[in-house]
T-cell receptor, first 115, second 113 residues
């Protein structure tokens, strides 16, 4: 059973460009969560999605950031017009259900570097 | 608001020895779950151990065990017979009444040969 897949593992963008981060949840999991890890910090919740629905985006910056989880294909975290402060590791996690009883399984993360 | 505090930025342990990593948390919920995740240099987040707050018995996974003190809101991780492969960042996390995991700032564990 493959784990959570994320790609790319490393992404370099210049200021003003767009970054697209992809996440494929574990087989059988329909709930996806995105977290951001700034240098020397713990992970911070950004957004929670189910298929075709954004359930909670309270942790996501109001501008330039968006997320989707289409009926087919991976979940996408999109950052428009990136700035240096967006440089971080972005982790995706999945679970079979949304309950806190369900352990979230994390992908390997995407390290975004903004030049 | 929930908080998770890891007060040890860095710890060292001699190979084959035992080390304990500290974590305290704060939540107003009565039902919650606590986790320890390991993050090696590859940056993969690996679940080490999980504890349900309603269970009094401390969770154990092979060489990893926790000391869960509910009244004190303390959740420490003990690693026995430390191995070089245990070297990593260790994050404590809490999920209480919600899917949002709250993470501490991590403890970097060094294992000395």
């Amino acid at each position: 059973n493959a784990g959570v897949m994320q790609n790319p593992r490393h992404l370099v963008r210049r200021r003003g460009q767009e970054a697209r981060l992809r996440c494929s949840p574990m087989k059988g999991h329909s709930h996806v969560y995105w977290y951001r890890q700034l240098p020397e910090e713990g992970l911070k919740f950004m957004v929670y999605l189910q298929k075709e629905n954004i359930i909670d985006e309270s942790g996501m910056p109001k501008e330039r950031f968006s997320a989707e989880f289409p009926k087919e294909g991976p979940s996408i975290l999109r950052i428009q017009q990136v700035v240096r402060g967006d440089s971080a590791a972005y982790f995706c996690a999945s679970s079979p259900d949304y309950l806190s009883t369900d352990t979230q399984y994390f992908g390997p993360g995407t390290r975004l570097t903004v030049l | 608001a929930q908080t998770v505090t890891q007060s040890q930025p860095e710890m060292s342990v001699q190979e084959a020895e035992t080390v304990t990593l500290s974590c305290t948390y704060d939540t107003s919920e009565s039902d919650y779950y606590l986790f320890w995740y390991k993050q090696p240099p590859s940056r993969q987040m690996i679940l080490v151990i999980r504890q349900e707050a309603y269970k009094q018995q401390n969770a154990t996974e092979n060489r990893f065990s926790v000391n869960f003190q509910k009244a004190a809101k303390s959740f420490s991780l003990k690693i026995s017979d430390s191995q070089l492969g245990d070297a990593a960042m260790y994050f404590c996390a809490c999920a209480s009444g919600t899917y949002k995991y709250i993470f501490g700032t991590g403890t970097r564990l060094k294992v000395l040969a």
